[in-house]
């Protein structure tokens, strides 16, 4: 899942504004909106605020696919 999709559906779970969000992450409302529209990247520090402000957890895992090759090559 889009992690921007994620953020959004949180959002609308928890009655959570744009602005509410920007006041929880200690950014402007701006850069809050830029992130969502797609303006801005995502990086590790505002990743990890708005889990945290969220109560969201980002866990990464290899495409079967790519298990899969990995597992033939050793």
């Not at 992690?3 to 409302?29: H, I, K, N, P, Q």
């Not at 850069?31 to 945290?52: F, M, P, Q, T």
């Amino acid at each position: 899942m889009d992690f921007t999709v994620a953020v959004t559906a949180a959002m609308e779970a928890t009655g959570m504004s744009r602005a509410d969000l920007a006041r929880a992450t200690g950014r402007s409302y701006q850069y809050i909106s830029d992130l969502l529209k797609g303006e801005r990247r995502w990086h590790e520090a505002i990743i990890n605020e708005v889990c945290e402000a969220l109560g969201l957890r980002v866990d990464f895992r290899m495409p079967e696919q790519a298990v899969d090759q990995s597992e033939q090559v050793q």
